[in-house]
Structures are given as structure tokens and as C-alpha cells.
């Protein structure tokens, strides 16, 4: 390896955090605990082992998602309820906010909307902070494991189990779009309760056994009227492979809760964003 002389000098320079998330509102907090303190459950869904279910959640609900028989994690899309072309966007939420979220971190949809899609107002795993190998839990990093994928690795075998697959059948079903149709609406997800990072020495995204628990979950605010999507991955809790049969699954749980009237008095729903669209042109 041709290393010039001062090759520690430049790895010594100090990083500089490429967006500061200071400027942005902070979600009030306070309110949204508040509120749903006396909120009511109104709506369950369950996504089974290996297939994903979607919901719904109205702006000012809450959604949460737990783990209720076995260690499981779970692959999430989230779209505006009028508009699938508005979709979670992982790539500035890790941007803004890290590569794992939890509370009080946000969710934010693709451009040109770039806007507040859900908060994250609890974690019972945010304890877990980022462990030796660099690995934290509800990550934004991976994409999902997709047929693709699993057909290149595997020499060209076919499953159709992935998240991406799931996904894909369980937007077919809940808006009657053709299947191509619906896979392109499919996207990058939060992996809710994956624990990941990536290696110190290659660089190279990995996956460890999830610490989850039966009772544990996450749970979010929708800013905007949601459609959503959770796939029980067919990797299980993931500490051994995924895309397989071979894995032991669980369920995931979505429930959804609606505050009293008036608990949300002063929160409004946030816009698409402001930006004009000129582009300079």
C-alpha cells in the first residue's frame, strides 16, 4: 500500500456532524405524554410470522408495536394515508437523527414533502444504547431482505417470504393495487426492535441476536394521516440469518390509540415543506 507520510495527520482530522438537527422544532413532548395518558385503544392488527399486516393511524394517534410471544423483530414502511408517493425516507432520517432511533427522534417522509411522518414518544429498549461491537437497535440503516437479494446470494433461489415480498402482498390487499404497482411503493424501512451496526474492520453491515422480550415495544405520534406496513421478518430475532424458513418466528403486535378531545389542544399537523421548487431554474 503506497501510504503517504502524513496519512495519521489526515486521519486525526475531527469529523464535523453534517446535519445538526438544532434548528429543527423539537417535538413537544410533553404534550404528547400528556395526551396519551388518557388515550383509548381503538384499533389491533397483528403481523403474523413471515407476513406483514397494515394499518392505519389518523393524525394525533399514537401506534405501538410490541413483541408478544418471542424475541421478533419487524421491517416498517409508513406512506401518507393520500398519497403513497410520500413515503418514510430513511436515508434523511439517518441523516438527521443517527443510524438507530428512539425517543424523541423522528421519522421523516421523502422530498419534495420532507416532513415530520411520526415521533418516537417510547422505547423500552432505548437501555440498550450502543453496545461493544457498535451495535444499536431500530436501525435505519438496512433496507429490507428482499427476494433480489436472496435470489443473487443463493445462486437463484426463489422465496417469497422476504420483508420486501410481505410488504408488497399486505399494500396489494389493503388498497387493491396491482402487485408491480405496489412493489415499487415498497421502500427502505426502520427495523423495529433489529439490533445492528456495522463491522470496525470491513466496514460491513451486521445483524446480532435482538434483544427484545415478550412486552417490549416502541411506540410513535402520527404527525400526518399514515397508511403503514409491518413485516414479521422470516429472520426471526435475526442472530442467525434471515430470508429463511429455518429461523423462529413470532408475531408482532400494532396497536393504536386515540387521545380524549382536546388533549391536543395548540398541536397542529405539520406541512409538506416549504421549499419552492424553482431549483434555481
Known amino acids: 500500500m503506497n501510504q503517504p507520510n502524513d496519512a495519521e495527520a489526515r486521519r486525526a482530522i475531527e469529523p464535523v456532524v453534517v446535519y445538526p438537527p438544532d434548528t429543527l422544532d423539537p417535538p413537544p413532548m410533553e404534550l404528547y405524554r400528556a395526551a396519551r395518558a388518557g388515550a383509548s385503544r381503538i384499533a389491533e392488527h397483528r403481523a403474523e410470522p413471515r407476513e406483514a399486516a397494515c394499518f392505519r393511524v389518523a393524525a394525533g394517534q399514537f401506534f405501538r408495536i410490541s413483541s408478544v410471544e418471542g424475541s421478533q423483530v419487524g421491517d416498517l414502511n409508513l406512506w401518507a394515508a393520500d398519497d403513497l408517493n410520500e413515503r418514510f425516507f430513511s436515508g434523511k432520517t439517518r441523516a438527521l437523527h443517527g443510524t438507530h432511533v428512539t425517543t424523541g427522534d423522528r421519522l421523516w417522509s421523502t422530498i419534495p414533502h420532507l416532513r415530520p411522518m411520526a415521533t418516537v414518544t417510547e422505547d423500552t429498549l432505548s437501555w440498550y444504547g450502543i453496545d461493544e461491537y457498535g451495535g444499536s437497535v431500530h ?16 445462486g437463484g433461489g426463489e422465496y417469497h417470504h422476504c420483508c420486501h415480498s410481505n410488504l408488497t402482498r399486505a399494500l396489494v390487499a389493503e388498497t ?31 445483524m446480532k441476536a435482538s434483544p427484545v422480550r415478550p412486552g417490549d415495544y416502541i411506540e410513535l405520534f402520527a404527525e ?15 442472530s442467525t440469518g434471515h430470508s429463511s424458513d429455518a429461523a423462529q418466528c413470532h ?4 396497536e393504536v390509540f386515540a387521545p380524549a378531545d ?20
Not at 224 to 238: E, F, N, Q, R, V
Not at 251 to 254: A, D, G, R, S, Y
Open 139 to 154: 436501525d435505519v440503516i438496512g433496507t429490507r431482505c428482499d427476494p433480489y437479494t436472496h435470489h443473487a446470494l443463493s
Open 176 to 206: 387493491g393495487a396491482d402487485p408491480l404497482s405496489a412493489e415499487l411503493a415498497v421502500h427502505d424501512v426502520l427495523n423495529v426492535f433489529m439490533c445492528t451496526g456495522f463491522t470496525r474492520d470491513t466496514g460491513q453491515y451486521f
Open 224 to 238: 400526518i394521516d399514515l397508511l403503514g406496513a409491518l413485516s414479521a421478518c422470516p429472520g426471526g430475532d435475526c
Open 262 to 281: 382536546g388533549a391536543l389542544t395548540g398541536w397542529s399537523s405539520p406541512p409538506r415543506n416549504g421549499y419552492s421548487r424553482n431549483h434555481g431554474l
Open 251 to 254: 408475531p408482532l403486535l400494532i
